[in-house]
């Protein structure tokens, strides 16, 4: 009657084992990586290649970049009791007392400021950093424009080393920022 059983459970063990071995292997395939049908790896560095000889200049090419222009007024207020902190930026306007200059006077002062500002921020890399960061980038998107279901640990550290370039380029405007003109 033992051996029964146990030939009863090893039956029932090993039919277990064999319709569960391939579960999985049909799945969806949703994170295969795709025949990418299209641009080879030759296509691609001459792509590169022509770009290069637009966004390079000597030894430094131009990755990332923005031009920024524009005017505008700007009007500062500032009021207080005390010593008037202006540091000469604007003409101040005492109220009341005698305007003896001693610190102990309320005071208002008004700075208006028109501003002309054009501004170009580059950022510049050498020819191997723009081949490699546009390498990635190609390889990222398929022939017919479309992107990449799914992207390796590599194509994410590039995009993220690309967006940190992207957030290296200071913007300038009315509100300062270098370049003023």
């Known amino acids: ?3 029964k059983r146990v030939l009863i459970v090893l039956a029932t063990l090993l039919l277990s084992y064999a319709s569960h ?3 999985f292997d049909e799945g969806s395939g949703e994170f295969d990586a795709l025949a990418r049908p299209g641009y080879s790896e030759a ?3 001459k792509k590169i290649e022509n770009e290069m000889a637009i966004a390079c200049s000597g030894n430094l090419c131009k990755v990332v970049g ?3 222009q524009g005017s505008g007024w700007t009007v500062q207020f500032q009021v207080g009791y005390g010593d008037n902190n202006n540091n000469g930026n604007g003409d101040t306007i005492y109220i009341g007392g005698n305007n003896n200059n001693n610190g102990d006077d309320g005071y208002a002062s008004v700075t208006v400021t028109y ?3 054009k501004c170009h921020s580059n950022l510049l890399v050498t020819p191997a950093v723009y ?13 017919d424009g479309s992107v990449k279901r799914n992207f390796s640990p590599a194509d994410q ?3 993220l080393f690309y967006t940190t370039m992207l957030n290296k380029v200071s913007a300038c405007g009315m509100g300062g920022g ?3 003109n």
């Open 1 to 3: 009657m033992n051996l």
């Open 21 to 23: 071995a391939n579960e």
């Open 43 to 45: 296509d691609i560095q």
């Open 66 to 68: 923005q031009d920024n």
């Open 115 to 117: 501003r002309n500002f």
């Open 131 to 143: 081949r490699f960061v546009n390498t990635y980038l190609y390889n990222m998107v398929n022939s």
């Open 157 to 159: 550290t590039v995009i």
């Open 178 to 180: 270098g370049g003023l």
